[in-house]
């Protein structure tokens, strides 16, 4: 047994010297050794920091596991207490307390074996034995025991070691990474929030927070955490319990108890926490504030902890150092360049407006405001001047003039800094400011006073705003000191450069002003210009002209809001203002008009509005006045000496300009009187000067020679019309005529020329009065033309009858019954020619008076195609009739449409002189109308003439001579073919033939 035993315990010293991790090769051995003992428990309880734990615990099936009661057992606190080993033989007759014996009775003990588990002298644990019948332990039992538990505090012991030189190394990199991740950043807050970051993982903790003392007396104010309510931060208390505790002993110390609520903390354990250490953190000898880590399991934390988080709350303490130094020397730079940016902004002049921008601008960026403006004072008000990043509500608020109370316009009057750390709790702003404040999310303010320039009303105020509580430094008050003297510096500066520009603008203003109305001729246009440049001149928001009309004022051109539909309205020149203007010939100038009722009344711009009037006169030729150029703005204002003055010359300029343009509309009137007249004459006029260019050229000279006028001025008629109208030496006085080329034939006018003289009898000029003659020329050729083709169409038909009646009336031939029947057949069909002559004449007298008869009738056109046809005498032509086979009816006068048919098909054939085909179609065109078409293959008719060929007259030339004829053909079947409710169209291309068609009302 002894062998076997020894065994065992080299088999136990072998697995667990082989393991980097003896945990289950622990549990292993103690099993083995309790079943080698012939118990029913083995157990290992380890004994750690003032805990106790239980490494390892086997029980035999069907006994009970010890559990938490390992610290309770007797045998095992009695090893611990003498540090060797403790047997109970007998458990119901051993020297135990009741309590104790009860215990080991309710775990079946009734025989026990401890021994110490010892390393370097202490004891880490003890391995424990239970039978369940009473009995002496033998020494083999006790060896055996001993020489595991030796085994067991060996491996223990060793892996203790390694797992500590395993913690300090990770604490150690930890510690590094850590310092490079608190020390990588220099600001503050960002510092602190690192910190309570890197410590819960440093240390496996749950939850940090942070607090720094403040104030005096100090307090500690909460600045970050980790794992906790954000409202923690920003919360403070006095320093007492763990806090106290750390700051008084300058080391980490640790609270394994917890008050509850109602013990006496400084604070409320937060929930769920066991444990908490918390590190002093020191600064060159002076308590700066603490850090302290929670868990939520007993036990968690130990002396190592403990000892790395003093290690990690040195490293702290100089990572807050530095972030306070690098913030020290950043406030510092920031002063410095508070100065410098004060200087750079404000020291060069600007312009009033570009001054006060940049007083809010310096003031919010020096002293690191989220968002800032500037108030002066107007009458006993303060008014926003500027502003930057406002936000709406506030912006809307301070533009309607409400300034919290009272207590700005106080605090300004008073020249004294105002400072507000929190505004919404501040009593000495009213509840509606306070509130303002919330919804312009906004804390604290700063309210530094800035003096006016030479004339101000009275000082105003640069406010800076913030939207975190801000707590003000001497070196903040100090910076708004500086700001407000250099501000009132460059207001100054910039009433100086204000003054100066105004002079020069005001000069530039009323350069440009008359430069633009001295090229204005309409009066209408000269007072716009006027009301919409007096504004800008003297920076106010209306203006309005009045013009005299006998004993009233008119407002004849006005602007600004509120003005519209104010032209034309009147007003006596007794009234006030305007009228007092008219009266003394002198100007007006009132601050605030507003506030007397009667001029309100007597001025309805003022009654729109207004309260500052500047109004002055306008003079006209001869010590009269035009009217009063008046401006008006929106705020009282005193009117400065240049900007009177300035109105004066602008009103001065106004009254030349104005009086020119008069003068010219009436030049003009009479000019346009006079082109109405010449342009009225139906005669062309045309005047030249001594040079012969033309200077006039009316619009019936246009009408008639096709030359615009824009053309001919500045030109001569002989370069226009390619003739010279001029009349030469020793030409008759009196009417003339002259021939001029126009579209490649001549144009013929009847001219008469008159010579004008300077006062030295030489010529100055000439004017031509000419009409066009060329129509009347044209009528007479065409009635000769006429009469001679007339003649030439009667002749022919009675040469023949006179010849043959002749022949017939000899008396010396005797002729035979057929030659007498063939020389009466001539007779009667040249008869019939004359008879169809004449009827062609009395038809055109017809269309001329408007008196020719038609007898429309539903007709079908059919047989009067075919007789019209088979009437042609056919001279080598191919006569095609396309007709359908059903009626064509139209409504229309068969002997008319007979007759213009007939016409048709005679000139078909007489233009088709090399023969072809002549084709004629009925169709019914739809359900309103009938169609014809005469189509034949001859000569064509050129497009130029297709607008001619219905015209009276009208002859067609073939071969450059005319077809014989009369020309009324075409003519009279236009005529009747319109007096049926018709209507003849023609298309042709020239050398291909010629197409007409008739359209006829269907029946």
């Known amino acids: 047994a002894a ?93 135990l307390n009741a309590a104790t014996r009860e215990l080991l009775e309710r775990l079946e003990a009734r025989s026990a074996l401890a021994t110490p588990i010892l390393a370097r002298d202490d004891v880490i644990g003890v391995l424990g034995f239970h039978r369940g019948e009473r009995g002496r332990w033998s020494p083999l039992d006790t060896r055996l025991a001993e020489a595991v538990g030796r085994e067991l505090g060996l491996a223990l012991q060793t892996a203790r070691l390694l797992e500590a030189n395993e913690r300090r190394l990770r604490q150690q990199s930890a510690l590094v990474t850590a310092a490079q991740t608190v020390t990588s950043e220099l600001e503050l807050e960002t510092v602190l929030e690192r910190l309570v970051d890197v410590v819960v993982g440093l240390l496996g903790a749950d939850a940090a927070d942070c607090w720094i003392l403040e104030g005096d007396p100090p307090i500690l104010r909460c600045r970050a955490v980790n794992g906790l309510p954000a409202e923690e931060v920003g919360r403070e208390l006095e320093p007492s319990g763990a806090f106290a505790e750390a700051l008084e002993a300058r080391r980490p110390v640790l609270r394994r108890e917890l008050p509850r609520p109602g013990q006496a903390e400084p604070r409320a354990i ?301 007003s006596p020149v007794s009234s006030w203002l305007s009228g007092d203007v008219v009266q003394s010939g002198a100007r007006v100038a009132l601050s605030d008009a507003a506030t007397d009722e009667r001029l309100v009344a007597a001025d309805p711009i003022l009654g729109r509005g207004y309260r500052a009037y500047l109004g002055v006169p306008l003079a006209a030729p001869e010590g009269a006045l035009h009217g009063v150029l008046a401006v008006y703005a929106r705020r009282p204002r005193v009117w400065r000496n240049e900007e009177i003055e300035a109105l004066l010359a602008l009103a001065a300029n106004a009254s030349a300009v104005l009086s020119n343009a008069e003068l010219y509309q009436r030049v003009l009137l009479e000019r346009e009187r006079s082109v109405a007249i010449l342009s009225s004459i139906a005669d062309g006029i045309v005047a030249v000067d001594r040079q012969g260019a033309v200077v006039l050229w009316n619009q019936a000279a246009e009408q008639i020679t096709g030359v615009a006028a824009r053309e001919a001025v500045g030109r001569t008629p002989l370069q226009l019309l390619g003739r010279d109208l001029e009349s030469g030496e020793g030409a008759p006085e009196g009417n003339r005529l002259l021939s001029i080329p126009r579209s490649g034939g001549e144009l013929w006018l009847s001219l008469t020329e008159a010579v004008m003289h300077d006062p030295s009898g030489a010529v100055a000029g000439r004017v031509y009065a000419f009409r066009d003659i060329s129509a009347d020329r044209s009528v007479e050729q065409m009635k000769s033309d006429f009469v001679s083709a007339v003649s030439q169409e009667l002749r022919r038909p009675l040469t023949s009858v006179y010849g043959f009646a002749e022949t017939l009336l000899r008396n010396d031939v005797l002729f035979g019954e057929v030659e007498r029947r063939v020389f009466l057949g001539y007779i009667a069909s040249e008869s019939a020619r004359l008879t169809k002559i004449v009827d062609r004449l009395l038809s055109v007298a017809r269309l001329d008076a408007g008196d020719l008869q038609v007898a429309v009738a539903p007709t079908d056109v059919r047989p009067l195609v075919s007789e019209a046809v088979a009437s042609v005498e056919s001279n080598g032509h191919r006569l095609v009739v396309d007709l359908p086979v059903e009626p064509v009816t139209a409504s229309t006068d068969a002997e008319k449409l007979r007759q213009v048919l007939a016409n048709l098909l005679d000139n078909a054939v007489k233009f088709s002189p090399e023969g072809g085909t002549v084709t004629v179609t009925a169709r019914e065109a739809g359900d309103d109308a009938v169609e014809l078409r005469v189509t034949d293959e001859g000569i064509g008719i050129p497009s130029g003439e297709l607008a001619r060929i219905f015209g009276k007259f009208y002859r067609h030339e073939r071969g450059g001579r005319s077809v014989e004829g009369t020309g009324l053909g075409l003519f009279i079947a236009q005529g009747l073919v319109e007096a049926m409710g018709g209507r003849i169209s023609v298309a042709s291309v020239e050398g291909e033939g010629a197409s007409f068609t008739l359209r006829l009302p269907r029946a």
């Open 270 to 570: 937060p929930r769920r926490f066991e444990e908490v250490m918390v590190a002093p953190i020191w600064s060159l000898g002076e308590a700066r504030g603490v850090l302290s880590v929670w868990v939520r399991v007993a036990g968690r934390f130990r002396a190592a902890d403990l000892e790395l988080l003093g290690t990690f709350g040195t490293l702290a303490s100089l990572a807050l150092r530095n972030a306070e130094v690098f913030e020290e020397r950043v406030r510092q730079a920031r002063s410095q360049r508070g100065f410098y940016r004060i200087a750079s902004v404000l020291g060069r002049p600007v312009s009033f407006v570009g001054t006060l921008d940049a007083v809010a601008e310096a003031a919010g960026e020096v002293l690191d405001g989220d968002f800032a403006c500037v108030l002066m004072r107007r009458a006993d008000n303060l008014y926003l001047a500027s502003s930057q990043a406002l936000p709406e509500p506030l912006a809307l608020a301070l533009r309607e003039g409400f300034d919290g109370g009272g207590t700005l316009a106080a605090v300004a009057a008073d020249r004294r800094m105002l400072v507000a750390t929190d505004v919404t709790e501040d009593d000495r702003f009213d509840p509606a400011w306070r509130r303002l404040a919330v919804e312009s999310g906004y804390t604290s303010l700063l309210a530094i006073p800035v003096a006016g320039p030479r004339g101000a009303e009275g000082p105003g105020l640069a406010i800076v705003y913030f939207r975190e509580e801000r707590r003000f430094t001497d070196d903040d008050l100090e910076l708004a000191r500086h700001l407000a003297g250099a501000a009132h510096g460059a207001l100054e500066r910039s009433a100086v450069y204000e003054e100066e520009r105004a002079a020069r603008s005001l000069a530039q203003q009323l350069a440009r002003t008359g430069s633009l109305l001295a090229n204005e001729l309409d009066p209408a246009a000269v007072l716009q210009e006027v009301v919409r440049d007096a504004p800008q001149l003297v920076g106010v928001e209306a203006c309005a002209i009045r013009t005299t009309d006998g004993e009233e004022l008119v407002v004849a051109a006005a602007t600004g809001e509120g003005l519209e539909g104010l032209v034309g309205t009147r």
């Open 3 to 95: 062998l076997e035993r020894e065994r065992l315990v080299a088999e136990i010293s072998q697995r667990l010297r082989g393991q980097a991790d003896p945990g289950d090769a622990i549990r292993l051995a103690v099993e083995e050794a309790g079943r080698a003992l012939g118990a029913t428990r083995a157990y290992l309880r380890l004994d750690e920091d003032g805990a106790i734990a239980m490494g390892a615990d086997w029980t035999e099936a069907g006994a009970q596991a010890l559990g938490e009661r390992a610290a309770q057992l007797p045998e095992a606190a009695l090893a611990v207490r003498q540090r060797r080993t403790a047997e109970l033989d007998d458990v119901p007759a051993a020297a």
